[in-house]
Structures are given as structure tokens and as C-alpha cells.
């Protein structure tokens, strides 16, 4: 924002006044959407990708300064741990060959990447959340050395006032305690951007709101961590617990978590917009010199960062996006859910049932979510991290029903009549929707695979769970660089 974040120390009336800017914004933005000032133009669809450094033995590598310096490449970011790293693909739509380029893109992108790692004796692995992280990884010290994560962290620690509590109850049970943020950095994740129009983004986001149990049912691939097995996708309730600002009192009041499903349906992006700056304290009042409303007055388009700023510390699953591209402002849904990996089709597939689905769903006379009660979306959202391809979830019209029957027979076919709305070549279309197909028939996804290595490792071969763990990993990691769908893959 134009400012030295490394001096920033923040004053009480630093808070004040950040909190007048960002309702300026929403005076700003609610304007342009009445005067319908943004790019009506849809479809045009990003991708990010996190993914973790590894040595060869498969361990963390806290070496992202040196894999960027060898990179040179501005498609790849930092995230939050010195492990991790962030692809941001070119935005494409994905009309025609859109999803095959993508694949190949990310395909080409990452072997180029990995050949300069290794310069920096790492490797590259997507995969949800990496079993051989261990606590001792994820303290402070391996924060990424960007001042606005340190920030960040000092912030959410203030606003904590004791330290973080994670207690998650799976197959196994892990309790732990931090000083600071970095255990989140242990979730790794892939991020779909689909743009579309202001009068249509309520319908986009209520569609991926009511999908999202689905979604990360059938594509978790993180039930590992500091050596228990915990939920099929343990990033999801890592993410909601690791970064939890409120201690136990403020839980029992019902104060709002930063981490959040949500809990309405929307009928403008407004809602949630304003819904952020009504419930969320700011966290990094950091303010420019731009007056939005004036900006507007002289016939120009506001950047709205500090509401853009305020939207990012509010860690919504999907997550509205504002951008300005090309001098035009637009609308994004940002759909958070998925963890990283198994492999670029893998996760390529993943895209094509999440935009298929929900412009069908958007699209239809009665929508799902004139049908779903809020609450049950966000239950199967809970159910589908918890028990991944093995979940249960309700359906309208369906009860409850195990979410594999549920996408075979009434959701692929939705997907694919929303990749035909989409203009995706069919050729395309049918190759993606039939990997989730075989996952579902299979009940077998990262999650799944993952377990069954592991356990044959313990049981066949007599390896404890840290060598199981470590020997999975290195076999994940090689299975991964073939880029075939993880359904496919030998677990012994």
C-alpha cells in the first residue's frame, strides 16, 4: 500500500480511521453497483496453486527466498511458511481447449520451476497439508520473511491475548498449542477465480456455498498431521482453528470466527462485503491516500484498498473478490476449499466439475439453494472434510445420501451441462469429468490414498508411523510427477 510495513507500528485512531475508509469504500462500491460501472463480461476463469518445498528426503525446506531467487519468475509468490510457495496461472476462459491449456501450462511451469529448485536442493510437492511437518517446523522462525506476514501474525496474536488451541477429533485426536500463526502455513490449497457479472455473483456464490461439502469430499487429500491421522481433510479444520482470534469467551458470545462459512445466503455481493466490515475488527489498518468517492467523481476507478485489504483478513471459503483490469472494474468468486494436489490433472478435473456445476446450478429456474437450508450446507461442508469420499451428505430431493451416489448421478451430469454452457470442448469435458467419475466409483481420492500407503506400510511392513509417513511421501511425491489421477495409483 505504499508504505515501509517493516516501521509500521499501529496507533488506537490508526483503527478509527481505517474503519471510516473502509465504509468510504462501501460507499464507493455501492454506487458503482448502481450505476453498473463494472465489466459484465463472464467467464474468464484463474487458478492458484500452494505447494510446499521439500529436501531429498522429503522433509520441509525452508528455502523459499532462494527457490524465488532462482525462479525469477513472477507467477510464483511466497505464502506463509519459508516451505511454501504459490503458482498464480495466467487467467484464461476455459471456452474450447481452455482446461487442456491450463493442464499443460501448469504442467510446463512446474517442471521449469522444479529444474531451478533444485539449485536450491528442494523439490516441489502438492499435497494438502505434508505429513512430515512436525512442530518444530512451524514456529515463528520459519515465518516467510515478508513483513506483512509478520504483521499479520502480531496482529492476530494481539487480538488473541493467549495462545492458539487446535483439538481436532478424527480417526485419531491431536491437541496442540502455539504462539503463533504458522501452523497455518502446514495448508496447502488451489484456488478457482471465476469472474462474473454484479447482477449474477449472488447466484455464483450460493451455488459454490452449497456445493462446497461435495467438493472437498471427493478431492481431500490431507489426513495427516503431526503424525495422527485426523479427518480425511484436516487442512479445513486446521485453517478454522490455527487462526482462531477469539479466546472462549468471545466463542460464547457467538462472535464471528475470521475463518468463516458463512451463515446466509446472499442476494448481492454487497452482503459480504459489508457483512466484513459490520463483524471483523480491522486487523491491518494500513490506509492510502486515495479518496474512492472523489475518484468516482472525476470519472475514474477506485483501487478500494483498504476494503480490498479488510476482505483478504477475512478468510471466507469463497470469497468475494474485487479487481480492476485493464482500467474496468469486475467481480471475482475466489472458491477456496480444496487442498492442493494429487496431480495437475488431478486438480485440473477439480476445476472443471467446480465451473461445470455452478454455472449449471446458477443458471437453473429454481436454484439448490432455494431447496438447502443454509445450515445443511454448512453442515455436509463439515461431514464432507470429515469423512471425505466416505461422507454423507443432504440433498434436496435425496435425503441423505453417501456423496459419491450423490455426484455420480445427479451432479456430473449438472457439471457437464455447465461445461457445455461454458463452450469447453467436449473431448475435454468428458476426459476431466470422468477422473472424478472413477474417484467416486473407486471411493478413492489423495485422502484415501494417502491412508492405504500408510497403513500397508505399518502393517505389511512393519514401519512405524513416522517412517510410514516418510515413506509415503517420497512414494507420493515420484507418483505425483507422472501426472496420472491419483485414483490410478499403486498404494504397495
Known sequence: MGKDLATIA???EDRVTYRHKVRRCLDALARMLDESLFATVDGMTGLEIELNLVDEDAQPAMRNAEVLDHLADPTFQTELGKFNLELNAPPRTITGDG???YEQEVLETLRRAADRAAKAESGLVLIGMLPTLSPDHLVLANLSANHRYRLLNDEMVGARGEQFHVD???????????????????????QFHLQVPPDRFARYWNASQAIAGVQVAVGANSPYFHG???????????FEQATDTRPEELKAQGVRPRVWFGERW???VFDLFEENARYFPPLLPIMDDEDPVRVLDDGGVPR????????????????????????RPHLRVENRVLPSGPTVVDLVANAAFYFGLIRQLADEERPIWSQLAFAAAEDNF????????????????HGEVPVTDLVRSVLLPKAASG????GVDPAHRDRLLGIIDERCRLARNGATWQTEAVCAAELRRGLSRPAALHDMVLRYWALQQSNEPVHTWPTD
Not at 481436532?168 to 488451489?190: F, N, Y
Open 10 to 12: 499501529f496507533a488506537p
Open 228 to 238: 495422527r491421522r485426523l479427518w480425511a481433510e484436516t487442512r479445513i479444520a486446521l
Open 266 to 268: 446472499i442476494t448481492s
Open 99 to 101: 482446461l487442456w491449456a
Open 419 to 422: 461445461l457445455d454452457r461454458f
Open 304 to 327: 478500494l484498498g483498504e476494503l480490498r485489504l479488510h476482505n483478504g483478513t477475512v478468510y471466507r471459503w469463497n470469497r468475494p473478490v474485487y479487481d480492476v483490469m485493464n482500467g
Open 382 to 397: 463439515h461431514r464432507g472434510a470429515r469423512d471425505g469420499i466416505g461422507a454423507v451428505v443432504h440433498w434436496p430431493g
Open 168 to 190: 481436532i477429533r478424527g480417526v485419531e485426536r491431536l491437541q496442540s498449542t502455539s504462539d503463533s500463526i504458522v501452523p497455518e502455513a502446514a495448508c496447502t490449497s488451489v
